[in-house]
């Protein structure tokens, strides 16, 4: 039986951001949660993405564990968990338009800081880990992004390739499980995501390989210069959409998919 065109557009686009993910150390959720808003529901590509985190970091956790930053990934998850539940709370009580309008800003500028280059900012400590461990939660626990402010704090310790991307994987394995336990105790982890989830595993697992590959072969300049490339292209459309007030409908799915009841004041089910 063939997947329909929704499945179909959720394993590419999972598949290119975990390519994106693995080979650089971050980046998938930056890609992967505006263009899964494009086919499905904001609240379920949120906790979509983030599972996918988990399966990612694991990975490379599995293999790289020893270039691990141990204290900077402390900190900066204890913080996250004080971000979380104001991520959480946006997510669920702000209006699409205005998630949509946020994603745009935040991926734009996460874009500019990266093309601004390193500049001449750098932390010699661990002291404000927590304000970009804070920032990091809200994001996360919203839009499953918790990338920019992660990566503007691993830039501005000038940490090697090997600890940065190493380092970030040891954040987002423990703070994803605990976004994902969020997601679940606000109704939003329903069937449909674990269907979509476990559908596209073999994917991620195969372009997890990939993007090792490419961390090793790849020029990482041109790379990175194609990813801000084509997150600008998405902020572009996400911000169209959100000044319409419009954007466009997200193929229906079927409650026994969602768990969703006819009656929308029913609860989703949890799986």
Same mark, same amino acid.
């Given at each position: ?27 998938e959720? %930056?890609?992967?949660?505006?263009? *899964?808003a494009?086919?499905?529901?904001v ?34 998850? !204890? ?8 991520? *959480?709370?946006?997510?669920?009580a702000?209006?699409?338009?205005i998630?949509?309008?946020? %994603?745009? !800003?935040?991926?734009?500028?996460? !874009? ?13 400590d661990?002291?404000l ?58 109704? *939003?982890?329903?069937?449909? !995501?674990?269907?979509?989830? *476990? ?33 600008l ?39």
């Amino acid at each position: 039986m063939m997947p329909d065109s929704t499945t179909l557009a959720i394993l590419a686009v999972i598949g290119l951001a975990t390519v994106i993910r693995s080979a650089l150390g971050f980046g998938e959720a %930056l890609v992967a949660v505006p263009l *899964l808003a494009l086919v499905i529901p904001v609240e379920m590509a949120v906790p979509l993405a983030v599972l996918v985190s988990v399966t990612v970091a694991g990975i490379i956790l599995v293999q790289d564990w020893r270039h691990v930053h141990p204290r900077s990934a402390w900190l900066l998850v !204890v913080s996250t968990m004080f971000g979380i539940p104001f991520g *959480l709370l946006m997510l669920t009580a702000v209006a699409e338009p205005i998630v949509k309008a946020t %994603l745009a !800003v935040v991926i734009i500028g996460f !874009v500019a800081y990266r093309m601004k280059g390193r500049g001449r900012a750098e932390l010699h400590d661990d002291r404000l880990a927590w304000l970009f461990g804070f920032g990091a939660g809200v994001l996360g626990g919203a839009y499953g992004m918790n990338g920019p402010p992660l990566v503007a704090y691993g830039t501005l310790r000038r940490w090697p390739p090997e600890r940065f991307r190493a380092t970030l994987q040891g954040y987002f394995l423990p703070a994803s499980l605990v976004s994902m336990a969020g997601y679940w105790a606000a109704g *939003l982890w329903v069937p449909a !995501v674990t269907r979509y989830y *476990l559908v596209s595993l073999p994917a991620v697992v195969a372009a997890t390989a990939f993007g090792r590959v490419l961390h090793r072969r790849m020029d990482a300049q041109k790379f990175v210069a194609a990813v801000h490339a084509g997150l600008l292209v998405v902020g572009g459309i996400l911000l169209v959409q959100s000044a319409w007030g419009t954007g466009r409908t997200p193929p229906a799915v079927p409650a026994a998919t969602t768990g969703r009841r006819a009656d929308p004041a029913v609860e989703q089910s949890r799986p």
